[in-house]
């Protein structure tokens, strides 16, 4: 089982990029996802949650609007849409995914991407 990251780069502020999380095993369709984040000498915080269906979607206060999760579950993927990139975005950013209900809570996601490093400069 495998969760992998990708699209995270240098960009500077105001800039956008679009974060993808391909999952290796069919059954993470039925899965609800998310995305965490976690800057240097902090703790690992949530992002955006995604239910199976896309029906809904949880968002941390300071997605404010500039960041959009989503799915594809033909393709098996998961996206972060991130819009007007602040320096305070930079941080590696996790995939992550589990059979229950999305949650905000770090501890009830049970499978982790290795991360994708976004890095925005001022």
């Known amino acids: 089982v495998q969760l992998v990251e990708s699209g995270g780069g240098l960009v500077q502020a105001g800039d956008s990029l679009r974060l993808s999380c391909a999952a290796s095993?069919?059954?993470?369709?039925?899965?609800?996802k998310g995305w965490f984040r976690q800057a240097p000498g902090k703790e690992r915080e949530f992002v955006a949650a995604i239910s199976w269906s896309g029906g809904s979607t949880n968002n941390a206060n300071f997605v404010k609007g500039r960041f959009t999760i989503s799915r594809d579950n033909a393709k098996n993927t998961l996206y972060l849409q991130m819009n007007s990139l602040k320096p305070e975005d930079t941080a590696v950013y996790y995939c992550?995914?589990?059979?229950?209900?999305?949650?905000?809570?770090?501890?009830?996601?049970?499978?982790w991407g290795q991360g994708t490093q976004v890095t925005v400069s001022a």
């Open positions: 992550t995914s589990d059979p229950g209900a999305p949650s905000q809570d770090l501890g009830s996601w049970r499978y």
């Open positions: 095993v069919r059954t993470f369709r039925m899965y609800s």
